[in-house]
Nanobody
Framework: QAQVAESGGGLVQAGGSLRLSCEASGSFFSINRMGWYRQAPRKQRELVAVLTSSGSTNYAESVKGRFTISRENAKNTVYLQMNSLKPEDTAVYYC??????????????WGQGTQVTVSS
């Protein structure tokens, strides 16, 4: 089993920065993809940024050039550096980890979410 826990959300003014962290812990074989998703009120959850173990990244168009995803494989931790924040970035941000529980057995784990609020 694995657990995923986020930290680093909060309230910031427009134009400010925040850094989110997410650590996967527990007993598992490996982790492939780790990433961030967000869900604003009355909207569906959407991809923000993902990073594979090989270093490939994928960003939502709305955050390209402002957000940067990075990872410390040795710590099973992924970060999301968010700069030039806008009010429309306000959402609950969720961490996702694609975990290999045993060889060839994969499962998606989600964190509880962390609130990011950007005031105008």
């Amino acid at each position: 089993q694995a657990q995923v826990a986020e930290s680093g959300g909060g309230l910031v003014q427009a134009g400010g920065s925040l850094r989110l962290s997410c650590e996967a812990s527990g007993s598992f074989f490996s982790i492939n993809r780790m990433g961030w998703y967000r869900q604003a009120p009355r909207k569906q959850r959407e991809l923000v940024a993902v990073l594979t173990s090989s270093g490939s990244t994928n960003y939502a168009e709305s955050v390209k050039g402002r957000f940067t995803i990075s990872r410390e494989n040795a710590k099973n931790t992924v970060y999301l550096q968010m700069n030039s924040l806008k009010p429309e970035d306000t959402a609950v941000y969720y961490c996702n980890a694609q975990v290999e529980l045993r060889a060839g057995i994969w499962f998606d784990y989600w964190g509880q979410g962390t609130q990011v609020t950007v005031s105008s």
